[in-house]
Nanobody
């Protein structure tokens, strides 16, 4: 069973930055894909960012494009989400997800088998 542990969440003012980390219990290289999702109160969980297995392509949800950056450190089995220019609407619990299965869809949560416990991000106005 793969364990994912997120960290780095917190309270920040609008316009500020945070960097989330997700440490995996297994080699990130063995995962076909790892992604970030988020869920705001009263809303469905939504895709935030992911990267292709080859590392050549990164994918972002429309609401975070140009502000968030996904990166991966295979040597440390960790993925990151750098969040800049944060807005109050970015307030949510952020989850790290991973899968071994091969699929061309990086956006749908149903393709991810392993999930972290989440880390709260709160952006004040």
């Amino acid at each position: 069973q793969v364990q994912l542990v997120e960290s780095g969440g917190g309270l920040v003012q609008a316009g500020g930055s945070l960097r989330l980390s997700c440490a995996a219990s297994e080699r990130t290289f063995s995962m076909y894909a790892m992604a970030w999702f988020r869920q705001a109160p009263g809303k469905e969980r939504e895709f935030v960012a992911s990267m292709s297995w080859t590392g050549t392509d990164t994918y972002y949800g429309d609401s975070v494009k140009g502000r968030f950056t996904y990166s991966k450190d295979n040597a440390n089995n960790t993925v990151y989400l750098q969040m800049n220019s944060l807005k109050p609407e970015d307030t949510a619990v952020y989850y790290c997800a991973a899968r071994r299965r091969i699929a061309s869809d990086y956006f749908a949560e149903r393709f991810y088998d392993y999930w972290g416990q989440g880390t709260q991000v709160t952006v004040s106005s």
